[in-house]
């Protein structure tokens, strides 16, 4: 362990060195906040499993995975509807005028696919494809390979958490600002928040060869590097930016983004974030679980990643990585869990779903709540 722990973070720093025991990760970083500020963070283990990796440490770099969805993309919607440049209402049709954009996505509002209701599949192994095409073909193809997918469910009907959605939107701010998703969410909103690593592709970055990252894995894409290259095939594909993953930051930075959507929720306005706009992004959609752009706790206490003492008032997100991050837009806690549990293997996701909701609940009677 890297930090000292003292009471009432102590739990949380033995269960950081507990899950390198049971095999969920060989590294691990997080950081507890409450109402808009910072308490605690800590670091466990290495970086990988090899004998000479280097230590886990408060700056050790993760793979966001699918935390790139509300963290980039929404939050880049979020700007773009508050400046008035869109709304949730707008149309694919209204900002994609591609013959590429085939007529039954025209109509799919921006509120449909950030709240994984547009009717897209999950995902579709797009890399193929992508890998196939000369190299600067690739940016370009994801969004329209996600517009050819054929529609599984009529949009609004129900919801299927869909990569494909994320695609299209990453599509439109693009097309909107005419600046890739990376350097507009990094010169719009993370540097005005003074956030200095949070970003896509960081090892290309000044600097970023002296960056430690907790590796993952190659994939099914053998022969990648597993240590600063996003883990998620598609994104990988296309050259690392991508709307549905591709994230790359540090714990403290994470939480220190959540503070900030906290305090504007609340309404105070934080650097580039408009409250009445963070509002309606954080609001859950009536009957659906999810607002636009975050994921909502939902079904029984017992099976809640984000534990039993969040409120139903929380919004957070899950990594296929072994991240997450959770934010009580009630009571105010908020919790950063980054892991690179995918490096011990992609397909055993039982250890990680039986840690989270201990590591939260030992967070919130960190906090003061709970039994």
């Not at 997918?149 to 129900?158: Q, T």
């Not at 600002?177 to 909103?189: A, H, K, M, P, V």
């Not at 991050?325 to 011990?344: I, K, P, S, Y």
Request: proline share 6%; aromatic share 8%.
């Amino acid at each position: 362990m890297n930090n000292k722990s003292p009471e009432p973070w102590s739990s949380l720093a033995n269960l950081l060195e507990e899950g390198l025991k049971q095999g969920v990760y060989t590294a691990a970083a997080a950081a507890v906040g409450f109402k808009g500020e910072k308490l605690w963070e800590g670091a466990a283990g290495r970086v990988s499993r090899e004998p000479d990796a280097a230590a886990a440490a408060l700056d050790t770099v993760y793979d966001l995975a699918s935390l790139t969805k509300p963290l980039a993309t929404a939050l880049a919607l979020m700007l773009l509807t508050a400046r008035g440049r869109v709304t949730l209402e707008t149309t694919l049709g209204e900002v994609l005028r591609e013959d590429w954009l085939p007529p039954d996505k025209r109509a799919l509002t921006l509120l449909s696919l950030l709240a994984h209701q547009a009717g897209l599949p999950a995902w579709r192994p797009f890399f193929e494809t992508i890998l196939a095409a000369p190299e600067d073909e690739r940016r370009g193809l994801p969004p329209r390979l996600a517009a050819a997918a054929a529609l599984e469910y009529p949009p609004g009907s129900r919801t299927l958490y869909s990569d494909l959605g994320y695609l299209l939107l990453q599509a439109v701010v693009e097309t909107v600002t005419g600046r890739d998703l990376d350097s507009f969410c990094r010169r719009e909103i993370y540097r005005p928040l003074g956030l200095e690593v949070l970003g896509f592709c960081p090892r290309r970055r000044p600097g970023g060869d002296k960056l430690s990252f907790a590796a993952t894995e190659a994939g099914l894409i053998p022969g990648r590097a597993a240590s600063g290259e996003v883990h998620d095939e598609n994104a990988w594909a296309a050259g690392g930016v991508a709307g549905h993953a591709g994230l790359f930051g540090i714990a403290g930075e994470v939480i220190q983004l959540l503070n900030a959507l906290y305090r504007t929720y609340q309404g105070e306005a934080v650097g580039p974030l408009v409250p009445e706009v963070v509002r309606d992004f954080l609001t859950p959609l009536p009957g659906r679980g999810r607002t636009p752009g975050f994921d909502t706790p939902g079904g029984e206490l017992s099976q809640r990643s984000a534990g039993r003492f969040f409120s139903a008032r929380s919004v957070g997100h899950l990594g296929f990585t072994g991240v997450s991050f959770w934010l009580d837009l009630d009571t105010g806690q908020m919790v950063v869990l980054l892991t690179n549990r995918v490096h011990l293997g992609r397909e055993d996701k039982t250890r990680i779903q039986a840690f989270r909701p201990l590591f939260h609940e030992a967070a919130s009677k960190a906090l003061g709540f709970g039994e």
